[in-house]
């Protein structure tokens, strides 16, 4: 069976769809584990940027059913800023948090979350280098707000990690 270029849309919209769901689905169920009302109000965040991002999906994969991809939105206009989700006193708390209790969830979930957004950029990155007009647009799109979220874990990831290393080498047994 050989599959049209509109097929092979098509899978990689409801791939893309597939991923953005579970993404939620992880950051809704970390919410719930989150001991820190920074990251939990940072996850909140991500949890509607992923909303919006089943949205765009599920529109252009109905779209893409009709051959049709219609009109895509400027990304611009609704790409969060770089470090929308903790302001640097916030980011401060957190850190300091996790030291005076580095066996907290928290630095687990933040790990998790970085390599869930890993991997969605990299999926977008080759999803876009595939794809051609409005299609390319909204992987390329997709992608820039991606590599906001996967930036943010990735640096928290790394002040964690030092952070957790220096509670325990300091005070092995608490």
């Known amino acids: 069976m050989s599959f049209t270029e509109n ?3 098509i899978r990689i919209l409801s791939y893309a769809l597939d991923m ?3 993404g ?4 809704q169920d970390a919410l719930q584990r989150m001991e820190n009302t920074y990251a939990a109000g940072a996850f909140l965040r991500i949890i509607e940027e992923e909303t919006r991002h089943i949205e765009l ?3 252009k994969l ?5 051959k049709d991809f219609g009109i895509l939105p400027e990304f611009g206009s609704v790409l969060p ?14 850190v300091h948090r996790v030291k005076e209790n580095p066996g907290c969830p928290d630095l687990a979930v933040f790990n998790a979350a970085w390599e869930i957004e ?3 950029s990299e999926f977008y990155g080759r999803a876009a280098g595939r794809a051609r007009g409005g299609l390319k647009r909204l992987f390329d799109g997709l992608l820039e707000w991606e590599n906001r979220h996967e930036l943010f874990f990735r640096d928290f990831r790394k002040k964690l990690q030092e952070t957790y290393s220096r509670a325990y080498l300091d005070s092995p047994w608490g």
């Open 7 to 9: 097929d092979e849309q």
């Open 20 to 22: 953005e769901r579970s």
């Open 24 to 27: 939620r689905v992880f950051f």
């Open 57 to 59: 999906l599920s529109e």
């Open 62 to 66: 109905d779209a893409a059913g009709n």
């Open 81 to 94: 800023a770089p470090a929308a989700y903790f302001d640097l006193g916030a980011r401060a708390d957190f």
């Open 118 to 120: 890993k991997n969605i």
